[in-house]
C-alpha cells in the first residue's frame, strides 16, 4: 500500500493527461473559438474574464464532487450513496440560500454556510443508517427524504425571499456560468486542501472500509475518523455547491469508473476521483454550451441524463446481487 502499481501511476497520468485537455478545449472552444497564444485584446478577454473562471470552477467542482462520493461511499460502505442521493448537496444548498437571504453583505460566509449544511446532513443519514443497520436501500431512501426535507426549505427561503438566490433555477439545476474568479477564491482553497486531506487520510479510510469492528481491532478510533472523513466529504460538496449550485451524479459514477479503473486502493483511487471528475465536469459542460449552440444546457441537466439511467442501473445491479452485500 505504499507505493503504486507502475500501470496505475500510467493510468493517473492518462486521467491528468485527459482533465489537461478538457481544460484546454474549455478555454479555447465555444461560440467563438480562440487561440490560447492568442495577443489581440478580444481573445483575452474571453479567455481571461469569461472561459477561465467557468474551466476552474469545472474543475474545482468536479474534482470535490468526484473525491467527497467517493469518501461517502467508502466510510458507509454503500456504493449507492453519493453527495447528490443522500441530502450532502441539498444540505450545502440550503445553507447557501439562507445566506443570501439574511447575510448577503457577507459573501466569505458562503462556504463555511455550506460546509455546515452538508455536515448536516451526511451526519443525519449516518445516524439513520447506524440505526437501521445500514441497509444500502434504506440509506437511499433515507438520503431521498432528507433531499426533498432541505430542498422544501430552499423553497420557503426563495418564497419569502425572492431575490435571495438570482438564477435561482440555475442554481437548483446546477450551472457554471457568470462566474468570476474572486467567486472561486474562499472554495478553490477548501477543495484544495480537503483533497490534501483525503489523500493523507487514505490509510485510515482503507481500514475503516474493512468495516468498523475490524477497524475498531486494528487500533483505529473508528468515531473519530469516520466523523473526521465525513466532515471533510462535507467540506468539498458543500464548498463545491457554494458556486455550482445542487450539481448531480459527478460524487456517484466517477468512484464507480475510478474503482474499476485503478482498483479499491484508496490513495490511488481518490486521486483518479479527483482528476476524472474533472475531466468529466469539463466535458460535459463544454458539451452543454456547443452541442446545442447558441442556446446553453446547464451542465447540471447534461450530467442529469447521463447520471439518472447510470443510477438505475446501479440499483437493479444491488438489488439483483443482495447475497453477495
Not at 478545449?25 to 474571453?46: E, N, Q
Not at 460535459?284 to 452541442?291: A, I, P
Amino acid at each position: 500500500m505504499n507505493s503504486w502499481p507502475r500501470s496505475c501511476t500510467h493510468k493517473l497520468l492518462f486521467l491528468l493527461a485527459l482533465a489537461v485537455l478538457a481544460a484546454v478545449l474549455s478555454l479555447c472552444v465555444g461560440p467563438v473559438t480562440v487561440s490560447l497564444f492568442a495577443r489581440d485584446s478580444l481573445s483575452r478577454y474571453i479567455i481571461g474574464y469569461v472561459r477561465l473562471p467557468r474551466t476552474l470552477a469545472c474543475l474545482l467542482a468536479g474534482m470535490a464532487l468526484a473525491v467527497s462520493g467517493a469518501i461517502i461511499q467508502s466510510v458507509l460502505a454503500n456504493p449507492l450513496a453519493a453527495p447528490n442521493i443522500i441530502g450532502v448537496n441539498s444540505g450545502a444548498g440550503l445553507m447557501v440560500a439562507l445566506v443570501c437571504a439574511v447575510a448577503p453583505q457577507y459573501p466569505f460566509l458562503t462556504p463555511v454556510a455550506a460546509f455546515l449544511g452538508a455536515l448536516a446532513g451526511v451526519l443525519l443519514v449516518l445516524a439513520l443508517a447506524q440505526r437501521t443497520g445500514a441497509a444500502k436501500l434504506t440509506v437511499v431512501l433515507a438520503g431521498v427524504a432528507v433531499s426533498s426535507i432541505f430542498g422544501a426549505g430552499i423553497d420557503a427561503v426563495v418564497t419569502f425571499f425572492p431575490d435571495a438566490l438570482n438564477g435561482y433555477s440555475d442554481f437548483r439545476i446546477g450551472g457554471l456560468s457568470n462566474l468570476t474568479l474572486a467567486k472561486l477564491n474562499p472554495a478553490g482553497f477548501i477543495i484544495l486542501a480537503g483533497v490534501g486531506c483525503a489523500l493523507l487520510a487514505a490509510g485510515e479510510l482503507d481500514i475503516l472500509a474493512l468495516g468498523g469492528d475490524t477497524a475498531q481491532s486494528l487500533g483505529l478510533r473508528v468515531k473519530r475518523w469516520r466523523l473526521l472523513l465525513l466532515g471533510t466529504a462535507a467540506a468539498l460538496a458543500g464548498a463545491a455547491v457554494s458556486f455550482s449550485g445542487l450539481l448531480g451524479f459527478v460524487g456517484l459514477i466517477v468512484p464507480h469508473m475510478a474503482r474499476r479503473y485503478v482498483g479499491e486502493e484508496s490513495r490511488p483511487l481518490l486521486a483518479a476521483c479527483a482528476l476524472g471528475g474533472a475531466a468529466l465536469l469539463t466535458l460535459c459542460d463544454l458539451l452543454g454550451r456547443t452541442l446545442f449552440a447558441p442556446y446553453e444546457v446547464p451542465v447540471g441537466i447534461v450530467l442529469s441524463v447521463a447520471g439518472g439511467p447510470f443510477f438505475l442501473w446501479l440499483l437493479l445491479r444491488q438489488r439483483g446481487g443482495r447475497s453477495r452485500d
